[in-house]
């Protein structure tokens, strides 16, 4: 006889502790404190997957493509513009986005009055004033890295194309073709050509289980899947007379995630 544990709000809990992966996004443009904090965080958990950016543009798309845990922000990330609060600006823009409203921040600041009206409005979770006590640092980080996960999925893949971001509503993409020297981002609607991109990165890009790679260069969404015939390999979609093939070698993990989604 299986006996089954109480599905209590503290289970769940310990479960996605456990079992989410936490991403953490650090912007500071000083390399020395950056390669710092990606220690202690290491030391911390090896199992945390960090990101890094040293100005607020590269910052905000990597944001937007990934589900954050946590940022560790500088608020000056140009030193050669006088008067620079660029981070205080990324964290403020980020706080206007529901996916990252109750995020934790810690803000890395050499101002002389850490206790700006900035902190308190963005609801920071700390502050390490520089230089940087390593102790400190590795405490403060730990105590954020174990604050329950709130998060609300973004509904939007960014990507940048001729210098500009542009946004696609997740749930309108069919499938992705990942061409010799382009992708192609096929939707309700459009077809969207981009650069570039491995089915890797678009599927780290994408974070959602709601997509599967199907052969070596094709991601399709599960929910525009009306059949799939496991013998002929082929995949039928609904809203398009498009065919997707499901590589030989792919055919048991696509299957497998396949089922698992419908559980």
């Keep these: 006889m299986v006996k089954r544990l109480p599905n209590t709000p503290a289970l769940q809990d310990l479960f996605s502790r456990k079992f989410i992966m936490r991403k953490v996004l650090i912007v500071e443009d000083n390399d020395n404190s950056r390669s710092m904090v990606i220690k202690a965080l290491f030391q911390i958990d090896s199992a945390l997957k960090v990101y890094e950016a040293n100005n607020a543009e590269d910052a905000y798309y990597i944001a937007m493509n990934q ?3 946590l940022f560790v922000i500088d608020i000056i990330l ?4 006088p008067g620079d609060v660029s981070g205080i600006i990324f964290a403020d823009r980020l706080r206007k986005c529901d996916q990252y409203k109750y995020t934790p921040m810690i803000i890395l600041t050499a101002l002389e009055d850490p206790k700006l009206n900035a902190y ?6 700390s502050y390490l004033e520089k230089p940087i006590n390593i102790e400190k640092m590795k405490e403060i980080l730990k105590e954020a890295l174990e604050l329950p996960i709130c998060r609300k999925k973004n509904e939007y893949v960014y990507f940048r194309k001729d210098g500009i971001l542009h946004s696609i509503k997740k749930s309108d993409i069919l499938y992705i073709s990942v061409e010799r020297r382009h992708t192609v981002i096929v939707c309700m ?6 650069g570039y991109k491995t089915c890797r990165q678009l599927l780290e890009l994408l974070d959602s289980d709601d997509f599967i790679q199907c052969n ?3 991601i399709v969404n599960r929910k525009y899947i009306r059949s799939v015939d496991a013998v002929s390999r082929y995949i039928m979609l ?8 499901v590589g030989i070698i792919m055919k048991k993990s696509f299957l497998e995630k396949l089922q698992n989604g419908f559980d």
């Design 78 to 81: 140009s030193k050669d513009v």
């Design 120 to 125: 308190s409005q963005l609801h920071c979770y």
């Design 189 to 194: 609607n459009e077809k969207v050509e981009i």
């Design 67 to 69: 589900s954050i845990s």
């Design 238 to 245: 609904k809203y398009s007379e498009q065919i997707l093939e």
């Design 216 to 218: 070596r260069s094709t």
